[in-house]
């Protein structure tokens, strides 16, 4: 109402920075997003605020299928580096945009800086590993395949599906190479996990 009622206000800009927070911080980053539009000269708090914002925003288009979109805000959200996470976290998550599109040669480079970029305690440091395995493999690149699955398999610990189903990709890569012996230690190992790709196994 303020802004409304006293457009001339030299606290107008002012106005428009609490609204960012208040909008960033419920969570309505669409309309966050068009409040940073709306000032006229935003300064590097305004600008990370941007970073974060085109973040979320990217992550609710990805999640509702709208791929193109999603990666037009984390491009954005990329052109805004001033927190180091979210740097990072965008790039992974362009990645996933590219290989959710069958895209691995576009996706491979922006996992590998993501991990570069992440501690390898966060989760996903170890998704990038895994959906690293998976570009590899699926463009018959055994070798390079099975380096990431196996960099995945000793990070991550979990004994469920995505450990069950690494396995059994280093399964597979050792059967295309013929090496039979270690391809059944290795369906063996996912096997043993007792889930439902025991079957595969």
């Known amino acids: 109402r303020y802004i ?13 920075k609490y609204l960012v927070s208040a909008y960033y911080n419920s969570k309505n980053y669409d309309a966050a997003y068009a409040a940073i539009k709306q000032i006229k000269d935003p300064d590097n708090n305004i600008r990370t605020a941007l970073q ?3 973040y979320f925003r990217a992550l609710e288009y990805y999640n509702s299928g709208d791929l193109d979109k999603a990666m037009s805000m984390l491009n954005e959200s990329y052109a805004n580096r001033f927190n180091a996470k979210y740097t990072a976290l965008t790039q992974f998550w362009k990645g996933e945009v590219n290989y ?25 440091h170890k998704m990038a590993l895994y959906n690293l395995g998976y570009s590899y493999f699926n463009q018959k690149q055994w070798g390079d395949a099975k380096t990431y699955f196996d960099r995945f398999l000793r990070v991550y610990q979990s004994q469920d599906t995505y450990r069950a189903d690494a396995l059994n990709r280093v399964g597979d890569v050792q059967y295309a190479n ?24």
């Open 4 to 16: 409304s009622e006293y457009p001339e206000s030299p606290r107008v800009e002012e106005a428009r």
């Open 52 to 54: 974060k914002v085109t």
């Open 100 to 124: 959710q599109k069958s895209n691995y040669k576009a996706a491979i480079p922006l996992y590998k800086e993501y991990i570069t970029l992440s501690p390898d305690s966060e989760p996903e």
């Open 178 to 201: 013929r090496e039979f012996w270690k391809a059944i230690e290795s369906y063996d190992a996912s096997m043993k996990l007792n889930t439902d790709l025991k079957y595969y196994s």
